[in-house]
């Protein structure tokens, strides 16, 4: 599955709050392969190597939970990613139902 994902920072490894100056919203093209989130720069071209900084902004999805962001009123169709070393993202998709698409796909790997 891919798309237009819009990226913040909640919480870092170990749970521990994304510091200010971090915690701002980014658009991402968003490639979801195997047990890997890759949140590209660019948008999505089969056949490509990854840069290193897409690698640096891949999120492992094993053992992490995709949830609708009810407690977040700021923006819609937004979705909370916890990953399996607690870090959080709040993920904002094009539509409701890009949003629970996303939730779906996630849960399911
Ligand atoms: C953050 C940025 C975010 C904002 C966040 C700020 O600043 O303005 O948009 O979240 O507020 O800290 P920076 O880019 O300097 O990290 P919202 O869009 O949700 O308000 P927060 O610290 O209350 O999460």
Redesign the pocket.
Known sequence: KHGVLTR?S?ADMDGKRTP??????KKFYAVLKGMILYLQKDEYKPDTDISEVDLKNAVRIHHALATCATD?S?RTNVLKLKTSDWRVFLLQAGSEEEMMSWIFRINLV
């Open positions: 913040k909640h200010r100056g971090r915690r701002g919203w977040y700021k």
